[in-house]
């Protein structure tokens, strides 16, 4: 059972503009969410992270929101750069339980 | 929908043993990806299969093994067990060509090496 879903496979943004992407899940008991990036054949690279005390957490360019409520948390990037093309996950945990969302392919068009 | 499923969920083994980690990808999908987290850490990628063949190879020891079965299943062999193996392994899969990046992880398999 998928208890993470991130149910757009792909997203196409212009340089400059804002990226968003969601992710929404069902196991109320997760305490912690995070986000990575990932390239080919290389594993996922820890972007950022929201803790459920909190509604938004932001770093740089990245901030993630997270509406406890609606079980659903989203990163947004602004402005976005090229650079970010690439594959991003999220992932939520309680514990030692990680579970991880199928990703979403991001790709910023110069 | 069904998921991933990997066996066992928790794992312990004495240094120098062996141990055989199982992952069951999803129905119809044909490409299997293993990934090991240690504590604190990223995944890491280890390896992939495509319809039996391997496809990627990343940071996998030469003491651990892995293919994939007729009925797409994988299982990484690790032999030699060493302290710093102890990590949660990921299994993913995926269905080659559209959305091939979709990855569809499983709930991990925590192997701890006493």
């Known amino acids: 059972d998928q208890q993470v879903k991130q149910n757009s496979p792909s997203l196409s943004v212009q340089e400059g503009r804002i990226s968003i992407l969601n992710c929404d899940y069902t196991?109320?008991?997760?305490?912690?969410f995070l986000w990575y990036k990932k390239y080919p054949a290389e594993g996922p690279t820890f972007l950022i992270s929201?803790?459920?005390?909190?509604d938004k957490n932001e770093d740089g360019r990245f901030t993630v929101f997270l509406n406890k409520s609606a079980k659903h948390l989203s990163l947004h990037i602004v402005p976005s750069q090229p650079g970010d093309s690439a594959v991003y996950f999220c992932?939520?945990?309680?514990?030692?339980?990680?579970?991880f969302g199928a990703g979403t392919r991001l790709t910023v068009k110069p | 929908a069904a998921g991933v499923i990997q066996s066992p969920r928790h794992l312990i083994k004495e240094k120098r043993e062996t141990a055989t980690l199982k992952c069951y990808p999803i129905?119809?999908?044909?490409?299997v990806y293993w990934y090991q987290q240690g504590p604190g850490q990223d995944p890491q990628f280890l390896i992939s299969?495509?319809?039996?063949?391997?496809?990627d190879k990343g940071s996998i020891p030469d003491r651990f093994s892995a293919q994939q079965f007729s009925d797409y299943h994988s299982e990484l062999n690790m032999s030699s067990l060493e302290l710093g193996d102890s990590a949660l392994y990921f299994c993913?899969?995926?269905?080659?060509?559209?959305?091939?990046?979709?990855?569809?992880f499983g709930p991990g398999t925590r192997l701890l090496v006493l």
């Open positions: 993913a899969s995926s269905r080659w060509g559209s959305q091939r990046e979709t990855q569809y």
């Open positions: 196991n109320s008991m997760f305490d912690y």
């Open positions: 929201i803790s459920s005390i909190k």
């Open positions: 992932a939520a945990s309680r514990l030692n339980d990680m579970r």
């Open positions: 129905p119809r999908h044909d490409t």
């Open positions: 299969f495509y319809e039996k063949m391997q496809s």
